[in-house]
């Protein structure tokens, strides 16, 4: 679905307080976590304005974004073992 909203709280919400505390304790996973909503937000507005890039583009940032998504979430499940 176009323009859908994939932001981490949005895609985990059982997470929230983790990524909350991981947020303001880790540098390293708030950075993380800035570039995806970042990149998550960007992707959405493109799609809302009928992507106005290439096809090649827009599927490298969506690349992106899975993959921080997948390491985001590997950090997610280490906190809560």
Request: charged share 40%; no cysteine; proline share 2%.
């Amino acid at each position: 679905m176009l323009g859908e909203n994939h932001s981490l709280n949005n895609d985990f919400p059982e997470y929230k307080e983790v990524i909350s505390t991981l947020s303001k304790n880790d540098d390293r996973f708030a950075e993380k976590a800035k570039k995806y909503n970042d990149l998550d937000k960007e992707i959405r507005v493109l799609e809302l304005k009928d992507a106005p890039i290439d096809d090649e583009s827009m599927h490298q940032m969506k690349h992106d974004r899975a993959v921080l998504k997948d390491l985001i979430y590997q950090r997610l499940l280490s906190e809560t073992k």
